[in-house]
Each structure stands twice: as structure tokens, then as C-alpha cells.
């Protein structure tokens, strides 16, 4: 028989997946590191998904994770193509020091 992890374990784990990934993202500088924190919170809240879907018994949480992850990997190539244009401009891409946008 196998043992049966309660819900709560899982929504503390998740929880502090999401934590470490907002800290990350608003203390480190580097934008791949920030990029990485931020699917660490996306994959804290599929987690969330798997567990909730996993305690009703139903897909639905498991179909909204599919779609979580679409999103993350659009959102990785997007950023990461915006990062390799700010560095070929710059040759910098410290995040204090990326001002293109203001006005």
C-alpha cells in the first residue's frame, strides 16, 4: 500500500516554492535569474493545480497546468529575445542599468 501525502504538504511545499521564487525575483539583478524565479512560482502554482485536482478527483487542474506551461515557455523565448536585443545594443543586461523603455 502506498502512503497518501496529504493536501497540506503539498500546499506548503508549494507555498514555499512561491516565496523563494519572489524573493528571487525582487532581490537578484540578473535577468536569467529572474527569469528562472519566475517559473519556479509557475511551477509552484501547477503544483497547486496537480494537488487540487489529484484531492477532487478530477483533470481540470492537470489541463489548466498544460496551458500554465505554454505560457511560461512563450514567456521564456520572448523574454529571452528581448534580453539578447537589449545586449547587443548595450552589452550589458544588469537590470538596474536597463532603461530603453522610459519615456
Known sequence: MHPVVPLNDYLVLSAILFTIGVVGVLIKRNPIVIFMCVELMLNAVNLTFVAFSRFRGD???????????????????????ILVSIFRNRTSINVDEIDLMKG
Open 59 to 81: 483533470a481540470a487542474g492537470q489541463v489548466m497546468v498544460i496551458f500554465v506551461m505554454a505560457v511560461a515557455a512563450a514567456e521564456v523565448a520572448v523574454g529571452l529575445g
